[in-house]
């Protein structure tokens, strides 16, 4: 505190290229040799999360990463803290808080700045966004973060080819391309069987209540899919155990907290289910997910996205598919 006081005092008194602590330092000792040199053709850039002092300690995480990896550490700007008169998640140059030649001595170093192909190939997500399932706004902080990296560092996230972005893979889908995806999903992976017949599977989905009618006709269009390919599905939504909670309980004390019930309800049906097709942003899917995992279930569930991604219309191999061209030909 004392030091910066001084240098400020300095500055304001002297002109500002001699005096003022140069912070740029990125073109000094560029020919140094790392202590772990890396590869120079591949690159691990971090998004950090939260504050100051966890994006340090997410560059920690990321050298230790770089280093395993033998990626080339892609520097991208770090963000102001949200009580920055700046405002929130500003880019902060990464000289700022960081001694550059130094860490040039540790590692591989490179800069986001400096990116020509501002795409990237692969996404780790070292703390899932769904890390804290209780609290809704973390994820959207989350995701928001993503954003802010991305106009900081001005680099895309995310991007498959020019014009194949995951989220727009997933608007164009729409509706239909969710039913068949999963129709498809059903019919090459036998998916949802229910033992009882051949070519027979059932299918719980559960949704927030101002999404049932829109999710139930999705399902009811992969119904009909499946049925044009001979196979047929039993469909059980979240209505239809409204319905018999109503039924069934209706008088019971429990249900002043209706709402309550019946996601606690529907929480433990999916997390009886063999397989678990979940929304990767849910809290709600997190923790059925958790719960999962300690019965050893970790394999047998899949993330909508990822449906969508290799089971849509837009998956890689779709034409390879001649099972379903004629139905997808009708829906698009
Ligand atoms: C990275 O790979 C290069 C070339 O294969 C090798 O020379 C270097 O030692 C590796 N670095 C680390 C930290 O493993
Ligand atoms: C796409 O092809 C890959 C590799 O051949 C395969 O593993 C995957 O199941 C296919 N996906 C679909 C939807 O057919």
């Known amino acids: 505190m004392l030091v910066l006081a001084s240098l400020l005092a300095l500055c304001a008194a002297a002109p ?17 040799l790392p202590k772990y040199p890396l590869d120079p053709e591949k690159f691990i850039t971090p998004i950090y999360i939260w504050g100051p002092s966890s994006q340090l300690q997410g560059l920690r995480e990321a050298i230790g990463v770089a280093i395993r990896l033998n990626r080339t550490l892609l520097l991208p700007p770090f963000l102001t803290h949200s009580s920055d008169p700046l405002g929130n998640d500003q880019p902060v140059p990464t000289d700022i808080r ?76 729409g509706s239909k391309g969710l039913a068949l995806a999963l129709a498809r999903f059903i019919l090459q992976t036998n998916a949802f069987l229910t033992g009882a017949t051949q070519k027979h599977s059932a299918l719980y989905v559960s949704t927030p209540p101002s999404e049932a009618e829109k999710m139930r006709s999705i399902v009811l269009s992969a119904k009909s899919i499946l049925e044009n390919e001979g196979w047929s599905l039993d469909v059980v ?25 019946l996601s606690l309800v529907e929480q433990e049906l999916t997390y009886r289910g063999d397989y678990f097709i979940f929304s990767e942003l849910s809290g709600w899917s997190a923790n059925v997910r958790k719960e999962r995992i300690m019965e050893d279930k970790y394999f047998y569930e899949m993330s909508v996205i990822k449906l969508i991604e290799d089971f849509g219309p837009f998956s890689s191999n779709f034409t390879t598919s001649t099972s379903l061209r004629t139905s997808s030909s009708t829906l698009r």
């Open 16 to 32: 500002a290229d001699s005096t003022c602590p140069q912070i740029n330092q990125r073109d000094q000792d560029l020919e140094i």
């Open 98 to 173: 960081l001694d550059i030649p130094k860490l040039r001595k540790l590692v591989s170093i490179a800069f986001t700045d400096d990116l020509r192909c501002l795409q990237s190939d692969a996404v780790f997500l070292a703390r899932g966004i769904y890390n804290k399932p209780t609290d809704p706004a973390v994820m959207v902080e989350r995701v928001k973060r993503i954003e802010n990296f991305e106009k900081a560092a001005h680099m895309k996230v995310l991007r498959r080819t020019d014009d194949d972005e995951v989220c727009t893979v997933l608007e164009k889908t």
């Open 237 to 261: 939504t979240t209505t239809d155990t409204q319905e018999f909670l109503d039924e069934n309980y209706g008088d019971c004390e429990m249900m002043q907290y209706k709402s309550e019930v």
